[in-house]
């Protein structure tokens, strides 16, 4: 649950300074306000814009990023009213038109599933957050949310339950162990992406504790997957993209050389890995024992990984 809020506590911070000029303005403007927490504000720019041209899809994002910032804020039952309005206008809109048809439905429908689940578990309803996340699944299989959904239900539910097997059927370098071959180990997934900053800011620390510990039988795999481009956004096949991920490999996470690299996006959709990097520690067991999408410390991370290896 802490790890939950502070996930949520970042989203404000998230308002600041990611607003573009291609951007609808609604968008631009309601994250400004939000980023000055001036919610008042962010849901009067909401109303005019609805006043003037209807329920539209820019509108209904802007009004998932104030649930959003409301839910940062503490303001749970404002941010589950807030969610549970866009949630049923975007479902609405769905009549006639597919998810990803264009691209702020699917934000503001995945944003509101995850302040729906957010807002019930800090309420003490985390049963009904789960259940609501895996009809929301199934709902919601095979489309850009999906992983996000994932994401939020292993939140809630992942730690202490056997870690998912991996696809290992595509790799980069030395082939990976399947998870139930690692039993007795502990074991770190790495799970990030040719294109991410934060992993690479990342690989450094995974990196540190594997030179410490993998004489204690400590073991990282760094899953990723393709995403259809290469560098500079430009579209690539396959095959190159593969060929870019072991050259990004090598020049950004030279202490990762050895690692096992499992190419699949079905170990980031089963994973849930929407948020890169995510951390996800396995016990001598195969029981997960953290799951922490974004960027963790040495500090935070060592004493988890030491105590794990120290169990026997």
């Known amino acids: 649950m802490k790890r939950l809020a502070g996930v949520s506590s970042a989203i404000v911070l998230l308002a600041v300074g990611m607003a573009s000029a291609q951007q609808p303005p609604i968008i ?138 991996l696809d290992l059927s595509e790799h980069i370098g030395k082939a990976s162990p399947t998870l139930a071959s690692l039993r007795g180990k502990v074991t770190l997934l790495f799970f990030w992406a040719h294109w991410c900053s934060d992993c690479k800011a990342q690989g450094p620390v995974v990196a540190s504790l594997m030179a410490k510990y993998a004489s204690q039988g400590l073991v990282v795999v760094a899953p990723t997957q393709r995403y259809g481009y290469v560098a500079g956004g430009k579209a690539a096949a396959a095959a190159d993209e593969t060929r870019y991920i072991a050259e990004v490999q090598r020049a950004s996470y030279p202490g990762l050389a050895q690692v096992a690299v499992p190419v699949s996006d079905r170990n980031h959709k089963r994973y849930g890995v929407s948020t890169t990097p995510t951390l996800v520690v396995v016990d001598r067991k195969g029981v997960v024992r953290l799951y922490n999408p974004g960027q963790m410390s040495e500090q935070a991370l060592e004493p988890l990984v030491k105590r794990l290896l120290s169990e026997s």
Not at 49 to 74: C, D, F, Q, Y
Not at 91 to 101: N, S, Y
Not at 122 to 147: C, K, M, P, W, Y
């Open 28 to 165: 631009t403007n309601v994250r400004a306000a939000i980023a000055k927490q001036d919610f008042g504000e962010a849901e009067r720019l909401v109303a005019a814009h609805r006043a003037a041209n209807g329920v539209t899809p820019p509108m209904l994002e802007a009004l998932s990023w104030i649930s959003r910032g409301a839910l940062a804020a503490k303001q749970g039952p404002k941010a589950e009213a807030l969610a549970q309005q866009a949630y049923d206008l975007g479902v609405a809109a769905l009549k006639g038109r597919t998810l990803d048809a264009e691209p702020h439905l699917p934000v503001a429908i995945g944003a509101a599933i995850e302040v729906l689940a957010k807002a019930a578990a800090e309420r003490g309803a985390r049963a009904d957050a789960v259940s609501f996340l895996q009809r929301e699944l199934a709902t919601f299989a095979n489309t850009s949310i999906h992983t996000r959904i994932q994401k939020n239900l292993n939140l809630l539910s992942l730690e202490g339950t056997p870690a998912p097997e």
